[in-house]
């Protein structure tokens, strides 16, 4: 688990194709990794992977092809800049939100303009993912926590604040820039609540201390 408060920037040393899928080496110079080991993981542009061997002050991760198809890690090249964040620790402060770092879709950023020191971008998300998206709810955007301002169907709009875009990616954003998208998780599992109750409804009086009895739960 991820809090979306990116730790710190770091570049693709070299991106290998092997059998189909992928091996990244990242340079993160910046980002400690005295506390990481292998196995753990780590977000990149807020796709959760495993650290598979430590390099100094780099790190390498495998990506399947099922993580190519449904994210923009495909796109990196060597010399491409990414966003890092390790893994959520039980002591660590809850900056952002909860974030699984499993991208939910690939959408594009289609407008940019400033807004007196911030950024405010509009994103356009599938419209698979548009039922998930709130006003003044969470999303995360290549692995970024952040707050959406205003939602038009399966279009939103974020305000990026200075902070944020010093120690992101997203300050170098333009239209047409394709982005990981992770919706708010309690989203995904409240709607799954939600259908789940109406799949199992009752379709008589419901559940009677009689029926408990028969079942052996009441003696």
């Not at 506390?35 to 100094?56: F, K, R, Y």
């Not at 709009?157 to 990981?180: D, K």
Request: glycine share 10%.
């Amino acid at each position: 688990m991820f809090t979306g408060i990116v730790e710190t920037m770091g570049t693709v040393r070299q991106l290998l194709r092997r059998e189909g899928d992928v091996s990244l080496e990242i340079a993160s110079a910046d980002m400690s990794l005295d506390d990481v080991q292998l196995g753990d993981s780590i977000a990149i542009n807020g796709v959760c992977l495993t650290v598979t061997a430590l390099q100094g002050t780099g790190f390498s991760a495998d990506v399947s092809v099922e993580t190519m198809d449904y994210t923009s890690i495909g796109q990196l090249q060597a010399g491409s800049s990414v966003n890092l964040e390790k893994a959520l620790m039980p002591t660590s402060r809850l900056g952002g939100h909860i974030v699984s770092g499993h991208v939910d879709g690939v959408g594009e950023v289609i407008e940019r303009f400033d807004d007196a020191r911030s950024v405010r971008m509009w994103v356009q998300a599938p419209a698979e993912l548009a039922r998930y998206i709130a006003h003044k709810g969470s999303i995360t955007i290549d692995g970024v926590s952040l707050t959406v301002n205003k939602v038009d169907g399966a279009r939103f709009e974020l305000n990026i604040i200075p902070h944020t875009a010093e120690r992101t990616l997203l300050m170098s954003y333009r239209p047409g820039r394709r982005v990981n998208i992770e919706v708010d998780v309690i989203a995904r599992y409240l709607e799954r609540l939600l259908t789940s109750k109406e799949e199992s409804a009752p379709t008589d009086e419901g559940m009677t201390l009689a029926k408990l009895a028969e079942s052996g739960f009441l003696k």
